[in-house]
């Protein structure tokens, strides 16, 4: 059976769904599914943080914390670590700082 699976999953988002031996704890459907809702959702929180930076928060930091308290909650339909990997991702997006976010917890 051929994979013809051809959107590159970086090794940051498999990290969140690997155990301490590297394997997957998630069938790999189910993990690039969960890697294409984050990023997009990255990709579209772009244009957010955008006009968020250009005319309320006075920070970069501050507006990626907004965004990932925002994505913690339970309505937001992803877990923890996906919060944080999308606010890392975003941050990447839009060449700010994502370092606070990459040492918290785990899940």
Known sequence: MSDDYQI??????????TDARQRLAEPIGT?????EV??????????????LNHV???S??????RIHDGLSTPEAGVS????RWIVRRLAEL???NGEPFEHQPAD
């Open 60 to 65: 970069e930091a501050e507006i990626l914390t």
């Open 31 to 35: 993990v690039r599914e969960r890697y």
């Open 80 to 83: 923890a670590a996906e919060a």
């Open 56 to 58: 309320e928060v006075p």
């Open 8 to 17: 590159h999953i970086p090794p940051s988002f498999f990290a969140l769904y």
């Open 94 to 96: 839009l060449g700010w």
């Open 38 to 51: 984050c990023e997009d959702l990255a990709n579209h929180l772009v244009s957010h943080a955008q006009v």
